[in-house]
């Protein structure tokens, strides 16, 4: 089901500095942003060049909805999120990428956007290794089903 | 191509308030935030009971991607925005919708997402008008060619 990774592709460094990955579906990479404020999930294309989801034909936009489907059912019953945020914005990363964000009405953005509100803080490195392998457990399961 | 809506579903009154309808499309109503801030489309589709686009059906989902699309191309092409932000975050009003907008780097919230950041301001009803007039005849136009 996973496309090779085109050799002209490279993930944004600092998309990679701040998530650790998970795994690759058919288009998207999925990545785990490392900010334990938030269960967040940054999916990005492997093709070079992309800013816009326009910038996607429209097979490929589809594909697209149907991997944020995928993360973001995952994400939810993973982390029994109370909401689901899903935004493409781009304003300081060019790169294309879409964040699916659990939302709890106790998480510290609460009820506004995350983007800017409170600093990052680090997970507990066998809590995000749990999360990351649940993730990546559902992530194959749910793909393959859909 | 628009669909009947449904007659149990409505608008949310804080979405009415605060926007003008600019027309429909098969699955969702594209409405103008009134915000003269920003170029600011907000799609909601025509169904009851919707929070999430998990909540969508696949195909509801790859109607909704084309609706996205295409509102996002006319947004693009009619304000020549330098950036497309295209978020559903809903948490403070539940029912689903899409937001599409256009930023441009001289925006009052630029880099920032633009949720909160200042109070909005009155188009001038002339500017508002034409604007509307621009994205009806362009959304049917596109919506065809799509």
């Known amino acids: 089901m996973v496309s090779a990774t085109p050799t002209d592709w490279q993930l944004d460094p600092k ?3 701040e ?3 998970v795994g690759d579906l058919a288009l ?12 967040w999930l940054i999916l990005v294309p492997r093709r070079p060049g992309l800013i816009e989801i326009i910038d996607l034909e ?6 697209l909805m149907g991997e944020i489907n995928v993360a973001a059912h995952i994400l939810k019953s993973t ?8 935004a493409a914005l781009g304003n300081v990363v060019a790169q294309l990428h879409v964040h699916v ?5 106790s998480d510290p953005a609460w009820p506004k956007p995350i983007w800017g509100v409170v ?15 649940t993730l990546r ?5 749910e793909y393959i089903r859909n």
Chains 1, 2 share one sequence.
Do not use: S
Request: aromatic share 4%; with cysteine; glycine share 8%.
């Open 79 to 86: 982390t029994k999120c109370e909401k689901l945020n899903i």
């Open 58 to 63: 429209q097979t490929a936009q589809v594909q």
């Open 19 to 21: 998530t650790i990955p």
């Open 101 to 105: 964000v659990g939302r709890h009405h």
């Open 137 to 141: 457990r559902g992530l194959q399961i």
């Open 28 to 39: 998207t990479r999925v990545l785990l942003a490392t900010d334990a404020n938030y269960p």
């Open 119 to 133: 600093p990052p803080i680090a997970y507990d490195a066998g809590v995000r290794d749990g999360l990351v392998d």
């Open 15 to 17: 998309i990679a500095a």
